[in-house]
């Protein structure tokens, strides 16, 4: 597996709570991603950075943000939780575009209540 | 706008058999197409993307622009085949870059 890391793994919040999902790489890939996971829908991006302090928006952004301060981690807030956010949030990372790979982290189960 | 079809949520075939997966995409530029796969409890890895149109685990696909369609194939099913499989249309999203636009996901299952 590429070096992709997400923290944390699993966790469950109240609704209205901010809550912060960090990805980590050490392959120093300039984009990141994130999306969410749901049953129905597919994987839909969130959000993605081409470089640092560089991001912009995916399909499915609102009620979320990012930052980008340093190449090798890309952290997703979401300001005050919605059940509706109950998700699997993917992270994803490439060297460059197009037709390059895209390397998964292995998942972050947010449950929220 | 961009858009990518997966008409099957589910497919079911018995080992040995063939397994095609659709994908339909929608898109006015050059397409470039992946399918990517998340077998139980693992992370999605890419499978095989048109341009290199190579063939991974036995796997194929033909990206038809006439149809706009990139539909994978394996003429030999296995059980271990058994996985999500999501195709992916990569677009071009200003300046130099690009991002991924997924299906929904076909739920394979081979049976013994």
């Known amino acids: 597996d590429a070096g992709i890391t997400q923290s944390p793994r699993h966790k469950v919040t109240e609704t209205g709570t901010p809550v912060t999902l960090r990805c980590h790489q050490t392959?120093?890939?300039?984009?990141m991603y994130w999306y969410r996971q749901d049953p129905g829908h597919g994987l839909r991006l969130i959000h993605y950075?081409?470089?640092?302090?560089?991001?912009d928006k995916g399909e499915v952004s609102d009620g979320y943000s990012v930052s980008r301060s340093k190449t090798e981690d890309f952290l997703l807030t979401l300001e005050s939780a919605t059940s509706s956010q109950t998700s699997v949030y993917f992270c994803?990372?490439?060297?460059?575009?197009?037709?390059?790979?895209?390397?998964f982290g292995p998942g972050t189960r947010l449950t929220v209540t | 706008a961009q858009r990518v079809t997966q008409p099957e949520k589910l497919l079911s075939v018995f080992k040995g058999a063939p397994v095609e997966l659709k994908c339909n995409y929608s898109?006015?530029?050059?397409?470039?197409l992946f399918w990517y796969v998340q077998y139980s409890r693992q992370r999605l890895q890419l499978l095989l993307r048109?341009?290199s149109r190579e063939s991974i685990k036995g796997f194929t696909a033909d990206l038809n622009k006439g149809e706009t369609s990139f539909h994978l194939k394996k003429p030999f099913a296995q059980e271990e085949d058994s996985a999500m499989y999501y195709c992916?249309?990569?677009?071009?999203?200003?300046?130099?870059?690009?991002?991924?636009?997924f299906g929904k996901g076909t739920l394979l299952t081979v049976n013994p």
């Open positions: 994803a990372i490439s060297e460059t575009t197009p037709g390059y790979e895209q390397y």
């Open positions: 048109h341009i």
């Open positions: 898109y006015s530029g050059s397409p470039e």
């Open positions: 392959e120093n890939h300039r984009y």
């Open positions: 950075s081409y470089g640092v302090k560089d991001t």
């Open positions: 992916a249309l990569s677009v071009w999203s200003g300046g130099s870059n690009y991002k991924l636009t």
